[in-house]
Nanobody, 127 residues
């Protein structure tokens, strides 16, 4: 059984950087893409970034493009989200998710395409 465990969340100041990690346990035969989502209190869960587990294809939401970078280290079964120039509006619970599909820019935000989710890690950005 594949499980995802996020780590790296913290309380930081605006302008700071932070790196989140998502470690995959189990044998991820059925995973073709991974993504980071976030959910702020009272708001819907939204996609932040995604990548194919093989190759270099990545996708980003407009709100984080040029500030966040998603990457993966297959040898460590870990997906990262490097976040720079954090803003108070980035405050949210961040979730890692896995999908058997290979999304496009138009579809990577479809929550229903992701069938494995982590428990989340909290990021709080103070102004």
């Amino acid at each position: 059984q594949v499980q995802l465990v996020e780590s790296g969340g913290a309380s930081v100041q605006a302008g700071d950087s932070l790196r989140l990690s998502c470690t995959i346990s189990g044998i991820p035969y059925s995973i073709n893409s991974m993504a980071w989502f976030r959910q702020a209190p009272g708001r819907e869960r939204e996609a932040v970034a995604a990548l194919y587990t093989s190759g270099t294809t990545t996708f980003y939401s407009n709100s984080v493009k040029d500030r966040f970078t998603i990457s993966h280290d297959n040898a460590k079964n870990t997906v990262y989200l490097q976040m720079h120039n954090l803003k108070p509006e980035d405050t949210a619970m961040y979730y890692c998710a896995a999908s058997p599909f290979r999304p496009t820019q138009a579809t990577f935000a479809n929550l229903n395409d992701y069938n494995i989710w982590g428990q989340g890690t909290q990021v709080t950005v103070s102004s």
